[in-house]
T-cell receptor
Framework: NAGVTQTPKFRVLKTGQSMTLLCAQD?????MYWYRQDPGMGLRLIHY???????AKGEVPDGYNVSRLKKQNFLLGLESAAPSQTSVYFC?????????????FGPGTRLTVL | AQSVTQPDIHITVSEGASLELRCNYS??????LFWYVQSPGQGLQLLLK??????LVQGIKGFEAEFKRSQSSFNLRKPSVHWSDAAEYFC?????????????FGKGTHLIIQP
């Protein structure tokens, strides 16, 4: 099993450009998440999904959109990138087993917006 | 809403010495608590978790953590650190959903191991 994979690994954008980050998991997990990691800030939740076709906002959703058309994929979109969105983006997936959700993380996507 | 505080941004420990990383949480009920480790350029790996039962929990790589409700703490410990333990450590908390609606992370503690 590949676990959680993220595409691309690195990307440089100019202000105003758009892009989509792809997260894929092969563990048949119901739940998927997008976090961003900034220096000295830890990880902050952007959006999440509790099942195919459903999405919800997290702590820092502004400037991002998401879609979960297939259970195994969770897409994060930036419609008009801004320098403040320069960050490392992590995707995670989980299932509810044993009374809690253990989240499995992907390797991250490093995004720079110039 | 829940929150997590990791008071130490950096900690330096000599190889072979013991380690304790501090984590304090804020949540009205019994929380779900996690410790994750992030090696440079990598994703996060779960070290251990607590949500009920024995307040001393064992994890991978020789780590353990103790849940103290009276102090709202969930400190991570290891009796003897190895150079490979150098990494960023994150404490995280989840509310009643057990993490279904995401985790709230602390800002992390950067662990440096001196030879």
């Amino acid at each position: 099993n590949a676990g959680v994979t993220q595409t691309p690994k690195f990307r440089v954008l100019k202000t105003g450009q758009s892009m989509t980050l792809l997260c894929a998991q092969d563990m048949n997990h119901e739940y998927m998440y997008w976090y961003r990691q900034d220096p000295g800030m830890g990880l902050r939740l952007i959006h999440y999904s509790v099942g195919e076709g459903t999405t919800a906002k997290g702590e820092v959703p502004d400037g991002y959109n998401v879609s979960r058309l297939k259970k195994q994929n969770f897409l994060l979109g930036l419609e008009s990138a801004a320098p403040s969105q320069t960050s490392v983006y992590f995707c995670a997936s989980s299932s509810y087993e044993g009374g809690y959700n253990e989240q499995f993380f992907g390797p991250g996507t490093r995004l720079t917006v110039l | 809403a829940q929150s997590v505080t990791q008071p130490d941004i950096h900690i330096t420990v000599s190889e072979g010495a013991s380690l304790e990383l501090r984590c304090n949480y804020s949540y009205g009920a019994t929380p779900y608590l996690f410790w994750y480790v992030q090696s440079p350029g990598q994703g996060l790996q779960l070290l251990l978790k607590y949500f009920s039962g024995d307040t001393l929990v064992q994890g991978i790589k020789g780590f353990e953590a103790e849940f103290k409700r009276s102090q709202s703490s969930f400190n991570l410990r290891k009796p003897s650190v190895h150079w490979s333990d150098a990494a960023e450590y994150f404490c995280a908390v989840a509310g009643a959903g057990g993490g279904a609606d995401g985790l709230t992370f602390g800002k992390g503690t950067h662990l440096i191991i001196q030879p």
